[in-house]
């Protein structure tokens, strides 16, 4: 699947998919989307660059094992939903801050959970796919 | 309180951290936590001895009834002082026995968290933490005796141990939770006001059975003995401090606290008695023809906690007496002759009895302990023993129209222990002394201290009862009948049968000292009973339960995929079919179903034609392919359905399996090996019957009346509590966040699961 148009294509990709996975997570509140959809979509850019350009790239482009991505993507999660317990509130109450934040709209630590959704899923995913094509 | 029960647990878990620092001659600081505890519990015997009980309340799991309940009366004030006093004695032994040794510190964490553990066990009044601390005890034991980790045989007999202690404790928790059941209340305090209720229950014979198996397995009772000798595997502190004098006596402490809410019953007694009776003789026997010193102890342990079964079965206000004093005897002298056994087997290097004599000659204050503790098991006045046998056969005599068969076998007993005891701790003192033992010199004074100590109390008591009297005995007594028993105890009773017996038994036993030598011959006649000795019985069984364990995981975990999901699918298939033909009105009612729109129809039709192709294509990438499309037109049924959510996760998913299958399919070999015709015959008719199946299940559930209060409850609030307008995403990340953090840890899981799998054999491969 080395083919040329393929290959230029991918690296073009590869941002435009990401910044669209970013878009979809953050739009998740209000509209479809949310984290492990924008997780998915960011695997698949992943995927994409690394079909075109084999894993070795891809991984030169990540710098760090993609398993990484699952800790710190569950610490997020966890510390948003064990933050209200600081402030008085119940395990997962949601926190939000007054004013909205420009292009982002209302951040909260629903956001932040979602984040680390959208982490702990490209991680799991990378981890799987990386692991199958290298070792098989 | 609650400190002093888990100050051993607190030790314990500082040890990995100060462990090291300590390991040298520190060591011996930490009997300061033994010493200090005995030195607490000791100020309560003021009290106590004044017919006072101390309670203690800590909440812990209130909502289930469950707390830490200390309750401290006369029996627990004994176990307690036993468990620190000799605790502290075996734990100054420790320093000079292990000196040295690698895993020293380790060694005082494990024993730091089984005295905890025991105190716990014997203060607890909540009968679910009694529990608790007794299936630590059994696991700190099991540390214990598989200290020596790289012996296979002491691997073993740790196991033997943990699995029919753990197996009792298991029946316990049982018994304790019918209990609770039955009475409303875990509280034994409490318990023992309904003893009217539980006897006349119909689970009482149950319950019985319950706590029984537990303290049976726990005490090492016959059939359940033969874990005991094993795990004489652990270092001699252990075996003393263990499996002498407190954990054993578990199951001890356990009936005897009972005695007030289960006992005086037809079932009890008469369960006690024989059990007790036979593994008092049973044990005894053996140990007579035993060679190692540990093992004697061993056998003699277990017959002497067959006495203390037999004489709570009595159940008599003199059995309870003497069995409160023997409780005391016998840890002091059992634990002197364990400690002298260490000290012998640490100096000569063996502890087979036909080889010791005339160790008297290069460690006389061992020797001294040493006789001193078989004076009192032998019963021999002014010893403690003395007066223990002499209440042991004031109980029997007194016990109605068996009376003589009981004393029979009390005597017969006695005579056996009077003989281990002397094989254990005069024989290898006196005679003559070998050459090759002359160079032997005694050992630090921080070994024979303790035993001494151990064995001069043993004489002390005799000597002087009344020290113990009132102040400690009485009130064993009063906690195990639950009134205030009239009693004093006197080392001469005048002359009276109990005498007459007491010389039989002093005589007997010296009689069989003189004539029986320990030889390899007697240990192999014993030995000849081995295959229907109860041990190989229950081992026989636990192959037996091995084997069929192995063939039922070999047919149902046989490694094939494709057997699991044809297992899973038939089954499911069974059930619906059974519940939707049994109990349901099949109709299907198609004035509510929609039209089929155009789009539809070509969506399905597109589905059809893609199962064809998956199922009889011979390319194993058409098939992926297909089945590809068959997920990606599953989406555009979602979004038909205004579900772009479900739509858009499930189209993601869809093209990273494509991927996987095409990843994984890419590097299998050209050729295809499709599975035959009959294997492909059932599995298109199970899919057929399971798919067909599900779209009557999905039909009927149109004609249930939708309940939509949970779906309206997150519409409506979406916004107003959670500030967001997908309401999917709400649900995921607000109100269900907790499953979704679940989630995506399993998510984790897995994908650390695929990595570790196939990088680690990558590995092995590689090292070929």
Known sequence: MKTIIFKTASSYLLPLLLLFAIFILLRGHYLPGGGFVGGLIAAIAFVIHSFANGIEKTRGIIKFHPGFLMPIGLALALIAAIAPLFTGGALMTGLWFENPVPVIGMVGSALFFDIGVFLVVVGVTLTIIFTISETI | MLLSVLSGFLLAACLPVIGKQIKGNLSILLSALPVILFIYFLSFIPGVANGETYHFTYNWVPQLGINFDFHLDGLSLLFTLLITGIGSLVFIYTSSYLKGHVYLDRFYGYLAMFMSSMLGL???????TLFIF??????????????????????????????????GGLFLLAGMILLGYVTGSYSIVELMGQTELIHNHPYFVLILFLVFMGAFTKSAQFPFHFWLPGAMKAPTPVSTYLHSATMVKAGIYLLARFTPVLGNHEYW???????????????????????DLKGILAYSTISALGVLVFLIGLGTDDALLAASVFILVHALYKATLFLVTGIIDHETGTRDVSQLSGLNKVMLPVGIAAILAAISNAGIPPSFGFLGKDLIYEATLHYGDWAIVLT???????????FAGFLAGIKPFIGK?????????????????????????????????????????KPVAAAILNTSPDFHLALWHGWSVVLLLSTITIGGGLGLYFILKPSEGLLAKATRFEPISPMSIILRCTRIFESTAKGVTYVLQNGYLRYYVIAILTFLSVLLAYKIFKGIDLYVNFGKLTEITLYEAI????????????????????????????GYSICLIFLFYSAPDLAMTQFSIDTLTVILFVLVLY???????????????????LALIFGGLISLLTLEVLNEPLEREISAYYAENAYTLAKGKNVVNVILVDFRGADTMVEIIVLSIAAIGVFSLLKLRLKSIEKE
């Open chain 2, 667 to 685: 590097n299998l070999p050209k050729y295809l090996k499709l599975s035959d015709t009959g294997s492909r015959v059932r599995d298109g008719m």
């Open chain 2, 408 to 418: 029979v076998a009390a005597v017969l007993t006695n005579i056996c222990l009077l």
């Open chain 2, 122 to 128: 014997v203060l607890s009044d909540n009968i679910i």
């Open chain 2, 269 to 291: 007694n008469t369960t006690l008695i024989i059990i007790g009776g036979v593994t008092m003789l049973y044990a005894a026997i053996h140990a007579v023809f035993r060679l």
């Open chain 2, 603 to 630: 969506v399905l039709a597109i589905m059809a034609v893609s199962i064809v192709f998956t199922v009889f294509t011979r390319s194993r990438l058409v098939a992926v392919a297909a089945m590809g499309i068959i």
């Open chain 2, 134 to 167: 007794w299936e630590l005890t059994s696991i700190s034991s099991f540390f214990l005796i598989g200290f020596n980790n790289d012996s296979e045989a002491s691997r073993k007999s740790s196991l033997l141990a943990l699995g029919i202690t753990g197996f």
């Open chain 2, 433 to 473: 002394l070998p050459q090759k033992y002359e160079k032997l010199h005694l050992p630090s004074p921080l070994m024979y201290i303790p035993p001494m100590i151990l064995a001069g109390l043993g004489i002390v008591f005799g000597v002087l009862p009344m020290i113990i009297d009132s102040p400690l005995i």
